[in-house]
């Protein structure tokens, strides 16, 4: 597996923008864009104590889901304010991200504006905020909608490693998901070789960065600090990418749900099979040898 370094750039223009990044699906940090941002000063733990301390909110930690565990069901519950303290004060394994902030405190959206000059199609009513404390894992897996994301760090700091659609097969993606629980940070070949095959994009992201995520761009997130980030989103400019983005949210959504909750087990183990037996021909088409499989 290669890791190359993201490309961090200053007050790039739209045009160098589109022709660098947005055409070739090539994610990027954007330096100098929120430094006149109110949140960029604004944004503190303190201050979202304040504002929401009191609301309850729903929380996930590290562990990966089993065949059998409910789908979205939080870790732990607790009000937002003692969450706060609770990254504030070291590593602790809990995310926040199901969650919408601005339901709850919709003046935030005074303090961000839209990067427009870089992209049209913004959705304007969705941004989304993401927090995390140290040590907190993002596993793989790329936005269904197949949006472009924009997504900006506060606070701490965050590794983030991307990865193209293309290599979907390589990272063992189970059929009809848009997840992966392969490790890209200490990748395990014996288990997972069609990962020697991968090349993909690595980051640090500091308080202000911008990351401009392509549509269908697979991201992993290890929150080296405490902290939180912002995300807005614009419809890809490709018709047949939005049409795509909206049959995965609607039918390829509505179909593996209706199999996981008729089938449970057995789909999640069929789906895994697919996803090694998909893996093992990238494998073999490197001329390496492919896992055995058990018998189905
Ligand atoms: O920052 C995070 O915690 C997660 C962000 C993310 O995965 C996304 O925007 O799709």
Redesign the pocket.
């Given at each position: 597996m290669k890791l190359h370094p993201v490309d961090v750039v200053e007050n790039i223009s739209g045009e160098e923008f589109r022709e660098k990044y947005l055409k070739p699906h090539r994610p990027v940090i954007l330096r100098g864009i929120t430094e006149k941002w109110p949140a960029f000063e604004k944004w503190r733990l303190d201050y979202f104590k304040k504002l929401a301390g009191n609301i309850e909110v729903p929380l996930y930690d590290n562990s990966k889901p089993t065949p059998t565990s409910k789908l979205n069901q939080p870790d732990k519950v607790m009000k937002f304010g003692e969450y706060l303290d609770l990254i504030a004060s070291g590593p602790v394994d809990l995310?926040m991200?199901l969650f919408n902030i601005f339901d709850h405190i919709p003046d935030l959206c005074n303090d961000f504006t839209f990067p427009e000059h870089l992209m049209k199609g913004f959705l304007k009513k969705y941004p989304?905020m993401?927090f995390?404390g140290a040590g907190s894992i993002?596993y793989l897996?790329y936005?269904m909608d197949l949006s472009n994301?924009f997504?900006t760090q506060f606070h701490g700091r965050?590794r983030v490693i991307l990865f193209d659609q293309k290599y979907s097969k390589h990272l063992y993606r189970m059929p009809y998901g848009i997840l992966s629980y392969v490790d890209p940070e200490n990748p395990d070949y014996e288990k997972h070789p069609a990962m020697k095959y991968l090349e993909g994009y690595d980051c640090v992201m500091e308080h202000g960065d911008m990351l401009y995520?392509p549509s269908g761009v697979w991201?992993y997130?290890n929150y080296l600090e405490g902290g939180y980030?912002l995300?807005v989103r614009a419809w890809d400019p490709s018709l047949s990418t939005r049409a795509e983005g909206i049959f995965n949210i609607t039918a390829m959504r509505t179909f593996d749900d209706v199999m996981k909750k008729n089938f449970g087990p057995r789909w999640w183990n069929y789906k895994s099979r697919k996803a090694e037996e998909y893996a093992n021909q990238i494998v073999v088409s490197n001329g390496g040898k492919g896992r055995v499989l058990e018998p189905a």
């Open positions: 995310r991200f989304m993401f995390g993002v897996h936005d994301v997504l965050k995520i991201h997130m980030a995300a």
